[in-house]
């Protein structure tokens, strides 16, 4: 595709519920990204992807977070009984490069999660 | 741990004139460094980076950064600003192999 593509761009739930959020990256791209960035904060590293395995999840805040790419393009955040704290915008990014930060990163516009 | 600090939250600036936001990383060895830009509604996009050798970068739509070893700091400039230059910009540094670490932002604001 011609970017990276995140879905949906806006989601409301209510607190306890589970909510995936998908990152679908520009082609040939292998390595992915997932960052949080709540309201006037910075981007927080959440979980790379480099193809299909999760070479680095340090970020994830808790185990009700959990992320997948299966085969290794598409790839989906599931918060599980969200939190009203869980409200943010969750940005993904793809790489061409295989692993290491020397490369431009490219950033989806972001799902924004609102927890009630 | 490594570190970003972007201490200026907002900045307005008229247009026309020049700019500069400032960046300190604390880092032991040299970090990769780098601007990123985000307008409302749109993904954050690489504004420029630093990796070696000449510590004045050139980037898009006219940015430049400069890296200081000795201040810690690399801080991003543009001659002369323009009205679509309003956004948040981050500085951010690469905290290890796989990840960016990002500042707080800085918010510009251009008065016609």
């Known amino acids: 595709g011609a970017g990276v593509s995140q879905t949906p761009s806006n989601k409301v739930t209510e607190k306890g519920k589970y909510v995936e959020l998908r990152c679908d990256p520009i082609s040939g791209h292998t390595a992915l990204y997932w960052y949080r960035q709540s309201l006037g904060q910075g981007p927080e590293f959440l979980i790379y992807f480099q193809g299909t395995g999760a070479a680095d999840d340090s970020g994830l805040p808790n185990d009700r977070f959990f992320a997948v790419r299966p085969e290794g393009s598409v790839s989906t955040l599931k918060i599980q009984r969200t939190e009203r704290g869980d409200s943010a915008m969750y940005l993904c990014?793809?790489?061409?490069?295989?692993?290491?930060?020397?490369?431009?990163?490219?950033f989806g516009e972001g799902s924004r999660l609102t927890v009630l | 741990a490594q570190s970003v600090t972007q201490p200026d939250i907002h900045i307005t600036v008229s247009e026309g004139a020049s700019l500069e936001l400032r960046c300190n990383y604390s880092?032991?060895?040299?970090?990769?460094l780098f601007w990123y830009v985000q307008s409302p509604g749109q993904g954050l996009q690489l504004l420029l980076k630093y990796f070696s050798g000449d510590t004045l970068v050139q980037g898009i739509k006219g940015f430049e950064a400069e890296f200081k070893r000795s201040q810690s700091s690399f801080n991003l400039r543009k001659p002369s600003v323009h009205w679509s230059d309003a956004a948040e910009y981050f500085c951010?540094?690469?905290?290890?192999?796989?990840?960016?670490?990002f500042g707080a932002g800085t918010r510009l604001a251009v008065h016609p």
């Open positions: 951010a540094s690469s905290g290890g192999y796989n990840k960016l670490i």
């Open positions: 990014a793809s790489s061409l490069r295989a692993g290491g930060i020397t490369g431009e990163l490219f």
């Open positions: 880092y032991g060895a040299t970090p990769y």
